[in-house]
């Protein structure tokens, strides 16, 4: 996956409202600490905006549970990557099959549910994006996936704009923001044709 380091993302930003974003120490402390709290919400925001294929899972997973409790898969399991977002349950591997049978699921609390059957298998292979990353000031050189980074610079310099009572530039930079997601989506939708990599039957089991 492509990345850029937050540093970059917020020299940019704080060079774009207008101030020197030649060196990260010319961001004064009080600044640097409000900067990583907004990307945290900004980058949570682009994140979240799309199904960004570099932020997405097909991990197989154990479904736990039993005919009298109910069958379900944990968004935390013991030795997993925490699941975020689920998008699809399925009963084959999309790595080797090109229509993969899809399962019915429900998401309820802290798992996903699924139908009482002794047909359901053991593992299941689900669809999900990862959570985003939590990011403080003190890990600057931690790294943003680079399918949002340009937009999580726009919108960090529309907070600082906002913050200034520039109102009309930090709408402009929401809207180049928005635009910018638009563009990324659009390269793997349209141009490398994602939708089409795979197609999932929708069966109950």
């Known amino acids: 996956m492509r990345t ?12 774009r ?13 009080g600044a640097k600490t409000m900067l990583v709290a907004a990307a945290n919400e900004r980058i949570s925001n682009c994140w ?7 932020l ?4 197989s997973r154990t479904v736990q549970g039993d005919a009298t409790n109910g069958y379900y898969i944990d968004y935390e399991q013991s030795g997993q990557t925490a699941m ?17 049978r899809a399962i019915g699921f429900t998401l309820l609390g802290d798992s996903v549910r699924f139908p009482q059957s002794t047909d359901l298998p053991t593992t ?10 939590e990011y403080s000031a003190n890990n600057l ?15 960090l310099t529309s907070d600082l704009l906002t913050e200034d009572g520039q109102l009309d530039k930090a709408l402009a930079m929401e809207q180049l923001a928005e635009s910018e997601l638009i563009s990324q989506r659009d390269k793997y939708y349209f ?8 197609t999932a039957r929708v069966n109950q089991y």
């Open 141 to 155: 050189s931690a790294t943003v996936p680079s399918v949002i980074a340009k937009a999580v610079g726009y919108l």
């Open 56 to 59: 997405m899972r097909v991990e």
């Open 84 to 100: 975020g977002e689920v998008f699809g349950v399925l009963r084959d591997s999309p790595a080797t099959h090109v229509s993969p």
């Open 4 to 15: 850029v380091t937050l540093q970059s993302i917020l020299l940019r930003a704080w060079q």
């Open 124 to 133: 299941v292979y689900v669809n999900y994006r990862v959570r985003p990353t």
């Open 48 to 54: 979240e905006w799309a199904d960004w294929p570099e």
């Open 191 to 198: 141009q490398q044709g994602q939708p089409s990599t795979w």
């Open 17 to 29: 409202a207008g101030n020197d974003g030649s060196d990260i120490a010319n961001i004064p402390s």
